[in-house]
């Protein structure tokens, strides 16, 4: 996978992440109308899917994560989805 310029991640500690921050397309997350599955499920994959790739990509979070439990607008901008997922183990 390659780097993707829409998705911003942030740690809370760049070295050893506890707490890793995902700033995205809403369109990422919510997918476009007409999609087939009920939003709320289709977040929850969608979420995941992103934090796994990326978090491989940046070698983050090795033990795995939970997570996320919300997506919400940052800064009130509903055309970007941030969602936040907790790394596993020290």
């Not at 939970?66 to 997506?71: D, I, K, N, Q, R």
């Amino acid at each position: 996978m390659r780097s993707d310029p829409d998705v911003r991640i942030t740690p809370d500690d760049p070295a050893n992440p506890k707490h890793v921050r995902f700033d995205v397309p809403a369109v990422y997350v919510l997918g476009f109308p007409g999609d087939p599955f009920p939003v709320t499920l289709q977040a929850r994959i969608a979420t995941r899917e992103i934090a796994a790739a990326h978090l491989s990509m940046l070698g983050y979070c090795p033990k795995g994560f939970s997570g996320p439990e919300g997506v919400f607008a940052p800064d009130g901008d509903r055309s970007r989805s941030a969602f936040v997922v907790d790394c596993i183990g020290p």
